[in-house]
């Protein structure tokens, strides 16, 4: 018997959206059947490079089309709540890459939306689906390594780009936080959950956007995450969870496929590794294909909830730092 399909357009032809066209090759029951840019000649392009049969040189003809069923957004994050919308408005289930929306405010709006039109979305942090990233979360969950009272994480390399690149650019909401830093934000709240203090100090450029950013978060039993993000420093990227038990090490690129080190606290050491094909994101948008299919609206293991608590701890990092968007915050 065959196997239903989902058919999945792409909207924008970035960096991001050319890494889900390749994951989507290896996702049994997706069809990647259309691209959209505001430039044809990109979107023609993007469909030929990955075989695409479709492509649209605007977002609206995408969202009209009746043959799909589910856009990725794969635009800049200040386009994303109006292009999820777009999406939404047309009876279309949505991934939207991360952040969902800049604040609370815009993650509230999309929530109610999808729920009002009983309509899948789901934002689109891949790391949440990875092996490692499941298996370190089992492990946490299981007490291996006792209980959990210091988190670490770092997301800090030099980036080469302009002052108008989304890296920098204050009109593109760009900064250290909701590009990478959300990174190490998701980890902590994927493991500890909560944070019931948070303090935070960033540097700031001439447009007011963090190049750097170190933030603490306090929960209960004297439990700490120590955490850092920057576009203007080099560091290795990596990952702790220390507990009184043990600890967890994740390799460098932590949120990337990799493997899982447990070491006990009398010095046993053990290696989870997991053989990854393609370039992880296909565990995402299997995910979405999966609800879509079984009737879902959301996934339970990234929830709107999820990313709900995601962006009001994001806003709150942000409001410590003095960084603001002007057409999205007031």
């Given at each position: 018997?065959?196997?239903?399909?989902?058919?999945?357009?792409?909207l924008?032809?970035?960096?991001?959206?050319?890494?889900?066209?390749?994951?989507?090759q290896?996702?049994?029951?997706?069809e990647?059947?259309?691209?959209?840019?505001?430039?044809?000649?990109?979107?023609?392009?993007?469909?030929?490079?990955?075989?695409?049969?479709?492509?649209?040189?605007?977002?609206?003809?995408?969202?009209?089309?009746?043959?799909?069923?589910?856009?990725?957004?794969?635009?800049?994050?200040?386009?994303h709540?109006?292009?999820?919308l777009?999406?939404?408005?047309?009876?279309?289930?949505?991934?939207?890459?991360?952040?969902?929306?800049?604040?609370?405010?815009?993650?509230?709006i999309?929530?109610?939306?999808?729920?009002?039109?009983?309509?899948?979305?789901?934002e689109?942090?891949?790391?949440?689906?990875?092996?490692?990233?499941?298996?370190?979360?089992?492990?946490?969950?299981?007490?291996?390594?006792?209980?959990?009272?210091?988190?670490?994480?770092?997301?800090?390399?030099?980036?080469?780009?302009?002052?108008?690149?989304?890296?920098?650019?204050?009109?593109?909401?760009?900064?250290?936080?909701?590009?990478?830093?959300?990174?190490?934000?998701?980890?902590?709240?994927?493991?500890?959950?909560?944070?019931k203090?948070?303090?935070?100090?960033?540097?700031?450029?001439?447009?007011?956007?963090?190049?750097?950013?170190?933030?603490?978060?306090?929960?209960?039993?004297?439990?700490?995450?120590?955490?850092?993000?920057?576009?203007?420093?080099?560091?290795?990227?990596?990952?702790?969870?220390?507990?009184?038990?043990?600890?967890?090490?994740?390799?460098?690129?932590?949120?990337?496929?990799?493997?899982?080190?447990?070491?006990?606290?009398?010095?046993?050491?053990?290696?989870?590794?997991?053989?990854?094909?393609?370039?992880?994101?296909?565990?995402?948008?299997?995910?979405?294909?999966?609800?879509?299919?079984?009737?879902?609206?959301?996934?339970?293991?990234?929830?709107?909830?999820?990313?709900?608590?995601?962006v009001?701890?994001?806003?709150?990092?942000?409001?410590?730092c003095?960084?603001?968007?002007?057409?999205?915050?007031?």
């Amino acid at each position: 018997m065959e196997t239903k399909k989902i058919k999945w357009g792409i909207l924008g032809t970035g960096r991001i959206a050319s890494v889900m066209a390749t994951a989507l090759q290896s996702v049994n029951n997706s069809e990647l059947y259309a691209v959209a840019s505001r430039d044809i000649s990109k979107a023609q392009r993007f469909a030929t490079e990955f075989n695409i049969p479709v492509s649209y040189g605007n977002y609206e003809a995408l969202v009209q089309d009746p043959e799909i069923d589910v856009v990725y957004i794969a635009t800049p994050h200040n386009m994303h709540m109006a292009n999820t919308l777009l999406a939404l408005n047309h009876n279309k289930h949505v991934l939207c890459e991360k952040p969902l929306g800049v604040n609370e405010k815009e993650v509230s709006i999309l929530m109610d939306k999808a729920k009002g039109k009983n309509l899948f979305l789901m934002e689109a942090l891949w790391s949440r689906f990875l092996p490692h990233i499941r298996k370190t979360k089992e492990l946490v969950e299981s007490g291996e390594i006792g209980d959990v009272k210091l988190l670490t994480a770092y997301f800090c390399f030099i980036s080469n780009n302009g002052p108008q690149h989304r890296h920098f650019n204050k009109d593109l909401c760009g900064g250290s936080i909701l590009d990478i830093g959300i990174y190490n934000i998701f980890l902590s709240q994927l493991l500890l959950g909560a944070p019931k203090r948070i303090s935070a100090m960033a540097g700031l450029s001439h447009q007011g956007v963090d190049t750097s950013c170190s933030y603490s978060f306090g929960y209960e039993n004297d439990t700490l995450a120590v955490m850092h993000s920057s576009f203007v420093a080099n560091s290795p990227v990596v990952a702790g969870i220390y507990g009184t038990r043990g600890k967890i090490l994740l390799e460098d690129r932590w949120f990337c496929p990799g493997k899982v080190t447990l070491i006990t606290a009398d010095g046993i050491e053990k290696i989870f590794e997991f053989e990854v094909e393609n370039n992880g994101y296909q565990y995402e948008a299997a995910e979405v294909a999966c609800c879509i299919l079984n009737g879902k609206t959301q996934s339970e293991s990234w929830s709107l909830n999820d990313s709900l608590k995601l962006v009001r701890v994001m806003d709150s990092v942000r409001k410590e730092c003095g960084i603001v968007y002007p057409e999205h915050d007031l």
